[in-house]
Structure formats: structure tokens, C-alpha cells
């Protein structure tokens, strides 16, 4: 016999076993079996599967869910989507969950006894609809009285309820794209987008300033890692804490909270001063030149940012000369430099680098976003004035309160404030008064903190079960994708879009008013069918987008170098946009303006046992849809306080420890996490957990009582014997006293100052105690300085 080594034998044996398992070739890649899936013990027996387009945040990767027996098993990406990559982030994965929780609310019920009392009964549609349609024409009259809070604009169909109807009032938990409100606002006042793309797979050096990137933007993630391996990029992470990116990262700066855009001022003026920049850009596409860009930035020098931001002057010459020289470069911002008072102006500091490198839509740079603008279905409702506005709704609860806004039915669509909300606490006491509020309509599947404070709760269906229609400028090419649930809904649940249309249908039953017709389609499948023909470059193609699950089909991955290949060669990317048809600012090219940025005084006087507090998202939840998400809750559902361990061992506080976190309106009981990955100055907690609704996986409480509502036929093991942990976390929403900018209008969520201390005897950890009378003078304050 010949003779058979090892290495031969295992790979031999691991071909057998291969072939023998899968009903696929035995070299099948992972790519080639990507998209299809198989029952766990019947091999040879397929799931059914759907496109599904994850809409737990705004990225919306395009995959695929697996179905046997009418329910759910999988969800994947899709391995030929050109922003997907076949790849689905913690969150997708499990997203699938949510349709067979037991938890989950799948009936309309209306509320027995006071409002919050958390007695309900089922009711049938119809009596919901009719009670619901009343009390919406009863206030036509005063059609800005009907107000819809709302967290997401995935389908738009409330706001064309409130169109409809001839209302403006909606308001948002957060701003519709990529980053929030001053991010948005900087750029678009800047470069004439809202979202620049970076090219990390092509970029040799990339500046990241307050991103999270490997956990909370798949997209992004891939294409860095691509980027890391193939073309061995350098990763510069400026950020108060170690994050998953920041401790993979080539340098780690942990910068002074809201001082980013002073060391991004001052690396651009040193690079002018070295004679890097890129001094035809400047002058061709920019509405200044070197030389008044020089002058402009002169209070920003190199010394100055030091003493501000803590990072030493020769690390940030140091590092803007090598960003200069190492072209392409790319510029990456997210929360940690938006979400503060100074946000606009961070923003566009930073920008300004990319821009006098002249990194803006090149190769490896920050690219002008490719995205389809998805239609709606027509006829659409003529806008009504004002209702097109960003309203955030941080100060609505207050004007509520102090009855400056006069709410007769308020609708609660993908949005959970009390929990989410700053100043989370006001909330609950605005909802709690029937005479401010006489009707509260929730749309939430699950009885989150929100939906108990409601009057009805119409239940939407979850994201596996809808039909959508979602572009994301992720991509260097555009892309549209499709969800087509292959199950039905539990229960009656019903698509919000549905909901409204017969509401509006009871309002206008013969057409008279002009409402009926504008909801024209006859289920939320038509409404995207119709949608597709009402979106520019997407008319004519929807069958090949049901076929497909994304339009257009731009090539595939080749597994050895991540490019997108179509007929044997590598697609092109069109790059220089701008040259065509220069940009979407007034000028048409981009509009610089240096910022006066000043330093958040309230930082400047941090006394001993005084903190900024940074609050972040994690990988494995988007705010408060996916903590009932066994799989998701079971990694995190803890989030203790991060505090640097010489400031810790200062205040003789150990790792474990209970502490008290005090802000000027209240306190939190937490542990403390004593860490080197957190600036001395600052304490970091999560807000993704500390749930005291929503589920039994939410509450960490598998002994809880199972709602009344609850389905027999959904019974999940898992939940009711395998819920091992008893910690759910602590929410610092409460505790944060309302800082909403004049200039962008979004909550400066990182710039909150607390005192740490070790917890007091009696001290309970999960404790949350605060003074709403705080809240509201502090609102009174702010608005009186804004009238002033």
C-alpha cells in the first residue's frame, strides 16, 4: 500500500464528510453554498427561502430568511448583495427571533383601568379602528393637535398619515439616514450631502474619529478589514474609550471629550504649513484657496490643540503629516464627535481634512453617497407646511408639560422614549395625564416602556414579517433591496401601513374629504410594488428586484481579493463625480467654513470625582428592539460603568464595585468596570440594556408572569428554563438632564457631567432615582436663554 501521511488523510477524510453532509460539491466554498440552507437533520431537505432586507438600522443589509413548517429558522446575508456581502451582523442574525417570541404582542388591546395600570384586554380590529378614526376626525379642526412620535422612517407611511389629515406634527427619536442630526447638518451645509462614503477597502490611511466601526457599521466593517488585509492601510482611532475598533487599531488616542474638531483644525493647518495639502483641489473645488485657509486657521495651531484635546503636539504633527503623504486617505466620524453641542462644527473640522488632501470622492477617500431615492406610492398627499422639518422630539414631553403644544391623539410608531428618550422620565409623566393626552396609540409588537403608558396598542408586525423596499448609500454603487416574508404574521398582527389606511378609510368612507384615495393600494405588498414604480432608475425592474432581492446585479465577490467581479472582470467604480456636476451646495463646489470652536466650559471645571459621561451602542443591540432576543441578551445584558483605573483607585473604588452616578438631576446605582481603556476623565456606559419592560428576556426574569396576551402556540424553552443570567443592566436615560442645541437640534448625549462615588450603604445596584421638577426647570432655563 502506499504510504498515507496525516495532513493527506485528514483532508481526505474532511472531503468525505463534507460530501456526505451537504447535498452540494464536496469543494463547494463558502460563497458558492452562501444563500442556501438546509433542515439540521434532514440534509437533504431545503428550507424555503425569502429576501429580507434587516432594518434594525439604517445600513439595512439585504439577505435572505429560511422557513420550515411556517415559521423562521435563519437569516443570513446575501453573498451576491454588493453592500452585504453575504454577511449579517449579530443583530440580523438574530433578528428572526422577534416573530416567534412568546412575549410579543399579537392582538390590538386596549387598556382596562388608569392609564399604566397594566391591565388590558383584547379587542378586534375593527372596534380599535373605529374607536382610533374617531378620535383622529374629532380633531380635524385642529389637525396639528394629531402628532405622530416616531423613531425610523422605514416606509414613510406615517408621515403620509399626518399629510393626509393636514398635520406637521411628527417628530423623531433620531434623524432618518447614516449619523445623526449635526453630522448630517455639517456635511450638507458643507459638501451639499448628508453621508460621505469611505472607501476603506482602498484607502492606505484612515483617520477615525469617534466610530465604533468593527461593531455598530457591518458595511464599513468589512470593507475596513478588507482594506487592513489587502492593502495594509494604517487605523488611527481617536475616541474617550477602548472600543472593539479603538483596540484594533494601529494607534489608539484617547482625546478630551468634544475636542476633536481642535486637533482636526490643527493637523489641517500644520499640512498647509508643510505644503502637503492638495492645493489645486482647494482652489478648484472649494470656495477658498491655501493661502486664506492658512490665515483662517491660525488660532489653531499645533500647541493649542495639545493643551486642549491631552494629546501630545508631536503626535498630532506627527500624525498629519503621514495622513498628507499617504494618499488615499480616508476621514471616518460617527457619535462620539457629532452628538455634543459643538457637533456641526466637529463634523466639519473634520471633513476638512479629507477635503484640503483632497480626498473627497477618490479612490480610498470620502465618495459622495451612491443611492436610490426610494419612491412612494402615488397618489401621494400634497406636503403641509412645516411638516416636512426635522423635529426631534427631546422637548416634546416638556412642551406637553407646560402645555405650549396641544396634544389631542398621539401615535407612537417605532420609537420607545421612555426608555430611549433623554430626560426618559419626563416622558412617563407627560403620557400618565389623560387631560394633556386623551389618547395615546401605540404600534409596538412587544409591550415595550412606552406601549404601557398607551390607551391602544395596534401591533405592527416585525421585520421579518413586513414587505419593504430600502436603499443605504453603502456601496460605491447603488443598490435597492426587497423584504418578502415567507411566513405569515402570529396572530392578527397587522403592517402599520395597513393600520392607517383603514383608519383613514373609516375618516373618509366615501372618498369626499380626498383622503381615501391617497391610500389607494390594497396591502403593504402593493405599497412597495407601488413605491418601486415611483422610484427614479427602479421603473420597469421589479420583478427582476423580486427575483433577485437588490437591483441592479452588479457582478460577484471573487472569494481571493473581496473584488466585485462581473463577466471575468473587476467592475469599475466611477470616482470624481463632482467633475461633472460639481456639488450640491450653492457655489456647486464645496463651502468651507473654518469653525470658531470653543471648549465646553462645563469640561473646563471637572472637579475631583467629576466626569463626562459617554454613552455608546453596542454590537449586539439597536437601542430597544433586540434585548428580548435570547441569543443577543445572553452575550450583553449587563453595563456596568467604565471609570480608568487611577481615577478609580483615587476614589477607592474597586472593580465590582456599586456606585452611585450623579448627574444635577438624579442618580444611578451601577458596577463599576475599573479599566485602562477609558480616559481619566470620562466614565462610558452602554444604553443598550437596563429594560424594565418588553420581555422576559429584557427583564432577565424567566419567572415573570407570561402576559396575558401572550400566544399558546409560541412557547420557547430557552426563555422559560434557560435564562441563566439575573442581571438586566441599568438605563442612564432617566438621569440626563436635557441639552438640546440651538444649532442642530439633536441632544448633546456625550456631553453630560456626573459625579462618581462609591454606592451608599443601602445603595441597591439597578436603582434610578429622579427629580422631574430638575428636568423641568432645567427645560424652563434653556428655553428661556433661547428666547433671550
Not at 70 to 97: M, W, Y
Not at 551 to 563: E, L, M, Q, S, V
Not at 567 to 577: I, K, N, R
Not at 672 to 700: C, D, E, L, M, Q
Amino acid at each position: 500500500m502506499p504510504e498515507i501521511r496525516r495532513r493527506e488523510f485528514l483532508v481526505a477524510s474532511g472531503t468525505l464528510l463534507a460530501s456526505a453532509a451537504l447535498p452540494a460539491p464536496a469543494n463547494a466554498m463558502e460563497l458558492e453554498l452562501g444563500g442556501k440552507s438546509y433542515h439540521q437533520l434532514r440534509t437533504f431537505h431545503p428550507r424555503v427561502r425569502s429576501h429580507y432586507a434587516c432594518t434594525l438600522c439604517p445600513y439595512c443589509d439585504g439577505g435572505f430568511t429560511y422557513a420550515e413548517n411556517g415559521h423562521i429558522q435563519k437569516a443570513e446575508g446575501n453573498p451576491d448583495h454588493v453592500a452585504t456581502r453575504g454577511k449579517f451582523c449579530a443583530k440580523g442574525l438574530a433578528s428572526f427571533l422577534s416573530a416567534c417570541d412568546p412575549d410579543r404582542i399579537t392582538m390590538p388591546l386596549k387598556r382596562v383601568g388608569p392609564r399604566g395600570s397594566g391591565n388590558w384586554r383584547e379587542i378586534g380590529w375593527d372596534e380599535a379602528i373605529a374607536e382610533v378614526a374617531g378620535k383622529v376626525a374629532e380633531a380635524l379642526s385642529q389637525p396639528d393637535t394629531i402628532v405622530v412620535n416616531e423613531g425610523d422612517s422605514r416606509d414613510g407611511a406615517a408621515a403620509r398619515f399626518l399629510a393626509t389629515v393636514g398635520s406637521s406634527s411628527l417628530f423623531r427619536s433620531c434623524a432618518p439616514g447614516l449619523g445623526g442630526a449635526a453630522r448630517q447638518e455639517g456635511l450638507r451645509r458643507m459638501v451639499g450631502v448628508s453621508y460621505l462614503l469611505p472607501d476603506l477597502e482602498h484607502a492606505r490611511y484612515v483617520l477615525n474619529f469617534g466610530c465604533n466601526i468593527l461593531e455598530t457599521a457591518l458595511p464599513l466593517a468589512q470593507r475596513l478589514t478588507d482594506g487592513l488585509v489587502n492593502n495594509r492601510l494604517k487605523l488611527v482611532t481617536f475616541d474617550v474609550r477602548m472600543s472593539n475598533t479603538a483596540g484594533r487599531s494601529h494607534e489608539w488616542i484617547p482625546v478630551f471629550p468634544g475636542t476633536d474638531g481642535f486637533v482636526a483644525l490643527a493637523m489641517c493647518r500644520h499640512i498647509l504649513e508643510k505644503g502637503l495639502a492638495d492645493g489645486d483641489f482647494i482652489r478648484n473645488w472649494t470656495n477658498t484657496t491655501p493661502e486664506e485657509l492658512l490665515v483662517a486657521l491660525a488660532p489653531y495651531t499645533t500647541q493649542k490643540a495639545a493643551e486642549i484635546s491631552g494629546v501630545p503636539e508631536k503626535s498630532i504633527k506627527r500624525l498629519a503629516v503621514e495622513f498628507a503623504k499617504n494618499k488615499p486617505g480616508a476621514v471616518v466620524t460617527m457619535n462620539g464627535v457629532s452628538r455634543r453641542d459643538n457637533g456641526i462644527d466637529a463634523e466639519q473640522a473634520c471633513t476638512l481634512l479629507a477635503v484640503i488632501t483632497g480626498n473627497i470622492d477618490n479612490e480610498g477617500g470620502l465618495c459622495l453617497p451612491r443611492q436610490f431615492q426610494v419612491g412612494v406610492p402615488q397618489p401621494a398627499p400634497k406636503p403641509v407646511e412645516g411638516g416636512e422639518k426635522l423635529r426631534l422630539n427631546h422637548t416634546l414631553p416638556f412642551e406637553i408639560l407646560d402645555k405650549s403644544r396641544v396634544v389631542k391623539v398621539l401615535f407612537n410608531h417605532l420609537s420607545n422614549p421612555v426608555y430611549s428618550a433623554p430626560a426618559a422620565s419626563i416622558w412617563r409623566e407627560a403620557l400618565k395625564n389623560e387631560s394633556l393626552v386623551p389618547l395615546v396609540v401605540d404600534f409596538s409588537p412587544f409591550m415595550s416602556e412606552t406601549a404601557e403608558w398607551a390607551d391602544l396598542i395596534l401591533p405592527d408586525v416585525v421585520g421579518v414579517e413586513r414587505h419593504d423596499l430600502v436603499s443605504a448609500p453603502t456601496a460605491l454603487w447603488p443598490w435597492v433591496s426587497i423584504s418578502q416574508p415567507s411566513v405569515k404574521p402570529v396572530g392578527s398582527a397587522r403592517d402599520v401601513r395597513e393600520t392607517f389606511k383603514k383608519i383613514v378609510e373609516v375618516i373618509d368612507a366615501d372618498g369626499q374629504k380626498g383622503m381615501k384615495p391617497l391610500w389607494a393600494f390594497t396591502s403593504a405588498r402593493q405599497w412597495v410594488e407601488q413605491a418601486s414604480a415611483a422610484t427614479p432608475g427602479l421603473e420597469g425592474n421589479y420583478k427582476k428586484l423580486q427575483n433577485k432581492g437588490f437591483w441592479p446585479d452588479h457582478g460577484k465577490i471573487d472569494p481571493a481579493d473581496r473584488k466585485i467581479v462581473k463577466d471575468g472582470e473587476a467592475l469599475p467604480v466611477a470616482y470624481h463625480t463632482f467633475q461633472k456636476t460639481g456639488f450640491a451646495t450653492p457655489s456647486g463646489k464645496i463651502e468651507v467654513v473654518v469653525p470658531d470652536l470653543k471648549p465646553n466650559p462645563r469640561h473646563a471645571r471637572l472637579e475631583k470625582g467629576q466626569f463626562v459621561l459617554a454613552t455608546y451602542k453596542v454590537a449586539y443591540h439597536a437601542l430597544s428592539m433586540t434585548t428580548n432576543l435570547k441569543y443577543l441578551a445572553e452575550i450583553h445584558h449587563a453595563n456596568p460603568l467604565w471609570i480608568n483605573k487611577a481615577q478609580a483607585r483615587e476614589l477607592e473604588i474597586a472593580d465590582g464595585d456599586l456606585v452611585r452616578v450623579t448627574s444635577e438631576v438624579g442618580y444611578l446605582v451601577t458596577k463599576a468596570f475599573v479599566t485602562n481603556g477609558v480616559h481619566p476623565k470620562v466614565v462610558g456606559i452602554s444604553t443598550s440594556v437596563g429594560r424594565t419592560s418588553y420581555g422576559r428576556v429584557a427583564k432577565a426574569d424567566p419567572f415573570g408572569k407570561v402576559p396575558d396576551y401572550a400566544r399558546k402556540e409560541l412557547v420557547d424553552e430557552d426563555i422559560d428554563d434557560n435564562i441563566w443570567w439575573r442581571d438586566r443592566g441599568v438605563s442612564p436615560n432617566e438621569i440626563l438632564p436635557l441639552a438640546v442645541s440651538a444649532r442642530h437640534g439633536e441632544q448633546a448625549w456625550n456631553d453630560t457631567v456626573v459625579t462618581v462615588t462609591p454606592a451608599d450603604p443601602g445603595d441597591v445596584y439597578g436603582t434610578v432615582h429622579v427629580d422631574n421638577a430638575r428636568h423641568l426647570a432645567i427645560f424652563k432655563q434653556m428655553t428661556g436663554h433661547r428666547a433671550g
